[in-house]
């Protein structure tokens, strides 16, 4: 298609501009990007800037670095769209309006479960919040659990425990395959599992590879847990179905993504709302938005919101 012909073209060059910046270049330019971000609306120009640099990736110069914004906070340089963002806009540039809820839910929680740690960037965040808390965080591509592993290192987390595998609905299941995409599979990567996926097709196409993975059963992952993130590309309808009861007796905390089209997942959500006295609050740069269950069945989170991420809370967020 000419659209995605366009889109690799233009990562490519992006490429081919950020990897030979040497490091005495890049790290006044994005400490420069940082302030002007951080001073209000920073304008087109910036804008254009700050995408241009974050599809271009880290310099390869670059071993390791800390976050313009949070310099106690260190991170390798590897090839990865979280990273990459990471890197050159520090915390504002992966998920801040979800990061400040998940430091605080952490902190009030007995037990945190993560599920798709990937690169382990909200493990570290969140063990950092609560470093007395019991954390498990479950990752099942073999790339992306030892980066977080290597993070939790880095930053001196000790709390968080790394579980390589992928969390499954089916307690019967022991092995799951997991869906590589051509062009990241030698990097910590987005993979996805086959089967009963509420994936949207464009992000599920150019399979390159297939790993066998160890397969858990969630329910077993769930004891004493009172807050939980799920970010497992397209299954999140069945982890949130599975785990269901232990929601409805233990009144857990949910943050879970909500990608377009994912019906199944919005009809869980609201059942959960209207049945089990849940709120679904979306999550924006002003602060949480409660939605409905008819607003929550059709709206675009990322395009309304800024996140793609809800919070599902047993009590009123505001209170």
């Known amino acids: 298609m000419i659209g995605d012909a366009a889109r690799d073209a233009g990562r490519a060059l992006a490429r081919a501009t950020v990897g030979p910046l040497p490091v005495a270049l890049a790290d006044p330019l994005r400490r420069a990007l940082s302030r002007a971000g951080a001073a209000g609306d920073p304008g087109r120009a910036h804008r254009t800037v700050l995408h241009a640099l974050r599809a271009g990736g880290i310099p390869r110069a670059v071993s390791t670095f ?95 425990e790394v579980v390589e595998a992928a969390a499954v609905a089916d307690p019967a299941v022991s092995s799951v395959r997991l869906q590589v995409p051509a062009d990241q599979q030698s990097t910590p990567t987005v993979a996805f599992l086959a089967g009963d996926t ?29 807050v939980v993130k799920l970010d497992v590309e397209g299954q999140e309808h069945a982890l949130l ?43 924006s740069r002003r602060g949480p938005v409660q939605l409905t269950p008819d607003r929550l069945a059709t709206v675009r989170l990322m395009d309304v919101y800024g996140c793609q991420d809800v919070i599902l809370s047993p009590t009123d967020l505001h209170a």
């Open 198 to 226: 509420e994936l949207p097709a464009e992000m599920a196409r150019d399979v390159g590879a297939a790993l066998d993975v160890t397969a858990v059963d969630v329910r077993r992952l769930l004891d004493g847990v009172d």
């Open 66 to 160: 800390r976050l313009t914004d949070n310099p106690g906070l260190r991170f390798r340089a590897v090839d990865s769209q979280v990273l990459g963002q990471l890197y050159w806009s520090g915390e504002q540039g992966w998920e801040p309006e979800l990061l400040p809820w998940w430091r605080r839910s952490c902190r009030n929680a007995r037990s945190v479960l993560e599920l798709g740690a990937n690169v382990g960037y909200f493990s570290v965040q969140g063990g950092l919040a609560a470093p007395d808390v019991r954390y498990v965080a479950v990752e099942p591509h073999p790339l992306s659990a030892a980066v977080c592993r290597e993070h939790l290192a880095l930053n001196d987390v000790g709390s968080v």
């Open 241 to 283: 179905g599975a785990a269901r009861e232990h929601l409805r007796e233990q009144r857990v905390t949910v943050f879970v993504e909500v990608l377009p089209g994912t019906a199944r997942l919005r009809a869980l959500i609201a059942d959960l709302c209207t049945t089990d006295g849940y709120r679904c609050y979306a999550l």
